[in-house]
């Protein structure tokens, strides 16, 4: 009998057979979105077939069977970040994430949020917002080091007028994975939230909130969690969830009546204007009515396949893909923009071929005419073109592209030299 691991090397070497999306083109562009898993097709499919028949007895019962569907995702979701499920509200996306927890803490006027220059836009636009209509005093800019941003970059912007800092734990135009460890310690020291945007994480590598005291962590479902169905995790602590302002009240989150919702509706007595009690758990903070309810199935047999396999077996996967990408690359003596420190890593590897953004544009056109899926991304002068490697990705994907780019190379212009390892 096998031991666990070996098991799940074995799930990972069969992993393309659960992605048809993968066996007819070189898919490495996770970081823009994912492949969705047969299972997770196959789901949606028999929840759909239950919504056209509608089987059940009445059609009361059949619309609470289908809000119940949702909490197959909760669960995995749950289960994936080492939390507790009443930590755990389904998100449209990591926008709707982001928005929901900026609209929830209780800002004063001369509070600050910090963040960081290699952010995506959205992640810095609510808290932008907030200091416009005057809720925070200011949004204060942590510059990237060659790529980097340390903790102490960090550390020299936060004090103790800080009410959260916000961070991707995964850059995403370079790869760069934050030290959340040491930025928890830091806005420990200074009593501030650290929120954390997830989605270029969450499904490639270990993020246990059991372990990284992070206060929000919120990922949309449709990059490395191969859910691209309008579904995502957002992650309360349970410690900080009765500080938070609810951003919206729907009756779905209230404690479900004696009898469940169909006695409740069906009883004489029953009056909309009377005093109503929502449970403190992070679901509170979902619009709490009728939901994405074919977006949360997908999700839920997304997470599972994740689970499943492990994500410790899939992290060593993706890193070790990564790694002989990079070692690739600067074999080949282009520009790996990406970090060189080990511990810095993530699924993404980003590299330029020249120092014009028009030449590497033109040498990504190339890739994609062999059906090699990789994209081209900037922010604040760091990027190139973006190379994600996930679990349904092996050896040979990784090959094919170095192969590829050390055919098209005397085309591209003028190299770069690598940074030094």
Request: negative net charge; proline residues 5%; hydrophobic residues 45%.
């Amino acid at each position: 009998m096998g031991t666990a691991t070996e098991d799940a090397q074995g799930a990972l070497r069969r992993m393309k057979e659960h992605f048809p999306g993968a066996h007819d083109k070189t898919f490495l562009d996770a970081a823009c979105v994912g492949l969705a898993p047969i299972e997770a097709k196959r789901a949606i499919e028999r929840f759909l077939d239950a919504a056209v028949a509608c089987d059940a007895r009445d059609a009361s019962i059949h619309h609470i069977a289908l809000d119940q569907a949702r909490a197959r995702a909760v669960h995995e979701g749950a289960r994936l970040l080492d939390a507790d499920v009443d930590e755990i509200a389904l998100v449209e996306s990591t926008t709707h994430g982001l928005n929901v927890i900026a609209a929830a803490i209780p800002f004063a006027p001369d509070e600050n949020v910090v963040l960081c220059d290699l952010e995506f836009l959205q992640v810095a636009i609510p808290w932008l917002k907030l200091a416009q209509r005057g809720v925070i005093r200011e949004v204060r800019m942590v510059h990237n080091r060659d790529g980097a941003v340390p903790v102490e970059a960090f550390a020299e912007q936060i004090d103790d007028r800080t009410r959260a800092v916000v961070v991707s734990s995964v850059q995403w135009t370079n790869g760069y994975a934050v030290d959340l460890d040491g930025l928890a310690d830091v806005c420990r020291a200074h009593d501030a939230l650290l929120v954390v945007d997830a989605i270029q994480q969450l499904g490639a590598t270990r993020l246990s909130v059991a372990e990284v005291p992070a206060d929000v962590v919120v990922a949309g479902g449709h990059k490395w969690l191969n859910a691209p169905f309008g579904c995502g995790l957002l992650f309360v602590r349970r410690s900080i969830l009765p500080t938070l302002r609810m951003p919206s009240w729907g009756y779905l989150g209230l404690e479900t009546p004696e009898g469940g919702w169909g006695r409740y509706f069906a009883t004489p007595e029953s009056t909309p204007v009377r005093i109503y009690d929502f449970p403190i758990t992070a679901k509170s903070l979902e619009i709490n009515g009728t939901a994405n309810y074919p977006g949360a199935v997908g999700l839920g047999a997304s997470l599972e396949l994740i689970n499943g396999v492990g994500i410790a077996a899939i992290e060593e996967h993706v890193l070790g893909l990564a790694g002989r990408l990079h070692e690739g690359l600067t074999r080949l003596g282009v520009h790996v923009v990406t970090r060189p420190e080990r511990e810095a890593r993530s699924g993404i590897t980003t590299f330029e071929v020249s120092d014009r953004p028009d030449e590497n544009e033109a040498f990504l056109s190339a890739l994609l005419d062999e059906r090699i899926y990789v994209a081209l991304r900037y922010t604040s002068h760091v990027g190139g073109i973006r190379v994600s490697t996930h679990l349904y990705n092996d050896d040979a994907d990784v090959d094919r592209l170095l192969h590829a780019v050390a055919r098209l190379l005397p085309r591209a212009g003028r190299r770069r030299t690598p940074l030094p390892v």
